[in-house]
Every structure is written in C-alpha cells, then in structure tokens.
C-alpha cells in the first residue's frame, strides 16, 4: 500500500550511459515531482507536473528529461550520465500545486562511476 | 534560490530533554512546513503553519512562526532514540513549490 514509490532504489552506473528511474503514486494526487538531493542533503526540486502537464522546470540540464504518461506516474529519463548526477533522487506528490502537503517515495540513489 | 536555512546545521541531545532548531527564511511567505527524514528514506510531513498563524501543536511538536523576524522554530519535547533523523522546513512562497532548506541533523542520545 506505498503512497509514492520509485524504482530502482539503487542504481550504479558509468559514465555516459543513460538511465531511467520510474515514479507512480496511488493517492490519486494531482501533482508529482522530481526532487534532487545533493550529499550535503540539500533538497531542490527539479521539476513539477500538474495533471501530466509541466509547470515547474528548475533550470535543470536537457540531459534531463521527464515524461508523464498519466497523472498517477512521472519517469525520469537521464541522458549521458555524469560524475555530478550521483545524487538521491526523490520523487512527491501532492493534492494540488499549491504548496500543500508533499508526499515523497522513498528516493533513488544514483551512483555514476 | 536556497530560502529556508536551517540552525543549527546539527544537534546532540540526551533522551529525555527537548530540542529545538531554527529555520530562517528571506522572503515573503503563504505557509511554512517541516519534514523529517529518517537515514536512508524519504521525507515525512510533520507539520505545517500558515503565515497567519503563530504558533502549532501536533503531539510532541511545537512550531512557532515569527513572519516580521521571518522565522520558524520546531520544537520537539521529550526526546526519544527514535526522533533522530535529520529535519527540513520548507516554504511555500506561492510559486507553485515548497523550497527547502538544507536541514538539522538531530542525534538523541541513549
């Protein structure tokens, strides 16, 4: 019964490849989001969606790229991995995105070697 | 741009007494919530106060907002092992997302 979750947990991988992490919710929210937390635990969000349609984009590299096949999902896609991208990704959730409540998955620890 | 901050950076306490942390944030704000997490997971909504409301209760959690100093205070009362975990305010400048500081590390001692 997991309200956000994301898979793979763990992702080890080398330069240069590309790699996704998936994201589905089951609170029947509106809106998802692609949190990056950095090793200093520094939480910034990379991008919001609203009904499968981006409204937030956090001035994040084009190597990055999210697709939302429903409201209920939104993947994260990263194209030619690098040292820099090794970070815990979180995917949330929210009613609306009006600054309520967020509900966060368990994270994705990316390693790029 | 980073807008809560949180102090201190960490914090350790002996089980049983009452710790505090601080958020301090640079602009204007609707609301003002704080999160938990725990090693290794995701993080936990714990509470959140709206700009007009001064002070909250959840529990053993007390957050007080101060708009005009633009700051926040968490205070959990009673501490226990399981409260170690690091927390995070977060807040919602009405920008259709909540921006968070870097957190307090608390660490409860046995």
């Known amino acids: 019964d997991t309200a956000v979750s994301q898979t793979p947990k763990y992702l080890v991988t080398q330069m240069g490849n590309d790699k996704s992490i998936k994201c589905e919710q089951n609170?029947?929210?509106?809106?998802m989001y692609w949190y990056k937390q950095d090793s200093k635990k520094f939480l910034k969000i990379m991008f919001s969606y609203n009904n499968k349609e981006l409204i937030i984009n956090e001035t994040v590299p084009n190597r990055f790229s999210p697709k939302s096949p429903d409201k209920a999902h939104l993947n994260l896609h990263i194209n030619s991995l690098e040292l820099g991208d090794s970070a815990v990704y979180f995917c949330a959730s929210s009613p609306d995105p009006g600054g309520n409540t967020i509900y966060f998955g368990e994270g994705s620890w990316l390693t790029v070697v | 741009s980073q807008q809560g901050e949180e102090d201190p950076q960490a914090l350790s306490i002996q089980e049983g007494e009452n710790a505090t942390m601080n958020c301090s944030y640079k602009t204007s704000i609707n609301n003002l919530q704080w999160y938990r997490q725990n090693s290794g997971r995701g993080l936990v909504h714990l509470i959140l106060?709206?700009?007009?409301?001064r002070e909250k209760h959840s529990g053993r959690l007390r957050v007080t907002l101060d708009t005009s100093k633009k700051s926040s205070s968490l205070l959990i009362t009673a501490s226990r092992a399981a409260d170690t975990a690091s927390y995070f305010c977060a807040t919602d400048r009405g920008a259709q997302k909540l921006v968070f500081g870097q957190g307090t590390r608390l660490t409860i001692n046995p």
């Open positions: 106060i709206r700009s007009n409301e």
């Open positions: 609170l029947g929210h509106d809106t």
